[in-house]
């Protein structure tokens, strides 16, 4: 048996590795349906449920995904402070949100169908 601490590291781990897969979908996603800067962005990562999803994350996905032609920054006046870079999803990004998103549900289904059914009996369960 896993000791309570050990379990839950491992599923704090098991956690980090299925979103660190679906993070630039789920960003390209969120930008999709408004423009944002990094502070942004970040919030509404965490509002969305994902964990804490922190800057040292989403800065360096922000870059590869503007290397990429997935994102386009543009500067926009602040409220209070100096301008910001806002970043705007391209129709090559556009294009790449809609191929994951079909991988996406096609890949859930398969581990869906997969996992059905299954109901942990320790008569079951294997040592």
């Known amino acids: 048996m896993i000791p309570s601490d050990e379990a839950a590291g491992s599923e704090a781990d098991r956690q980090t590795q299925l979103l660190r897969g679906a993070l630039d979908?789920?960003?390209?996603?969120?930008?999709?349906?408004?423009?944002?800067?990094?502070?942004?962005?970040?919030?509404?990562?965490?509002?969305?449920?994902?964990g804490t999803v922190g800057y040292g994350t989403v800065y360096p996905l922000l870059t590869r995904m503007r290397r990429l032609g997935f994102v386009v920054d543009e500067v926009e006046?602040?409220?209070?402070?100096?301008?910001?870079k806002v970043y705007v999803v391209t129709q090559e990004g556009h294009g790449r949100l809609i191929a994951w998103t079909q991988q996406w549900t096609s890949f859930?289904?398969?581990?869906?169908?997969t996992i059905a059914d299954v109901e942990p009996s320790a008569s079951t369960a294997r040592r």
Request: proline share 10%; net charge neutral; glycine share 8%.
């Open 77 to 84: 006046d602040s409220p209070a402070g100096p301008p910001r």
């Open 25 to 50: 979908m789920c960003m390209l996603a969120l930008l999709v349906k408004e423009p944002a800067h990094g502070y942004e962005l970040v919030r509404r990562l965490n509002a969305a449920g994902l």
């Open 108 to 113: 859930t289904a398969t581990i869906d169908a």
